[in-house]
């Protein structure tokens, strides 16, 4: 279900491989087929939840912490669940026209790998500490 919002937003993996949206405070994530959980850390997290619940009465706590609430929203439609991603600040995705992209990749060249830097160079170990030898 999130993948659907790939067009409009940045979607990362966790370290199980999990898809998430990172946003202002914490992360967007797919709890079942039709809800997105969020997890958010603040220094007042109920005022957090307080502050977006009265904007989205659909919300419900999960679980809440001394410094993050983690809570529920159900996904009525995409467009109601997009509005719901930019309320949190989530990371758009980077929009770059033909020009802005082949201006980067130029900026960025002289940073490439540059041939002569491995087996043979200068720059290489010698012979006896790569074999293990004193």
């Avoid at 969020?38 to 997290?45: A, I, K, Q, S, Y």
Wanted: with cysteine.
């Amino acid at each position: 279900m999130i993948e659907c919002f790939d067009k409009k937003f940045r979607i990362t993996r966790d370290e199980q491989g999990d898809l998430l949206i990172r946003c202002r405070n914490g992360f967007v994530y797919e709890i079942g087929p039709a809800r997105l959980g969020v997890w958010l850390t603040t220094g007042r997290p109920l005022a957090s939840f307080d502050a977006i619940h009265r904007r989205w009465p659909t919300t419900a706590v999960e679980q809440l912490g001394d410094g993050e609430v983690v809570f529920s929203y159900p996904m009525e439609n995409d467009k109601a669940a997009i509005q719901f991603l930019r309320s949190l600040g989530s990371h758009r995705k980077r929009r770059l026209s033909e020009e802005q992209r082949s201006a980067l990749i130029e900026r960025g060249r002289q940073f490439h790998f540059q041939p002569g830097r491995g087996a043979g160079s200068a720059l290489q170990a010698p012979e006896s500490a790569r074999a293990g030898k004193p």
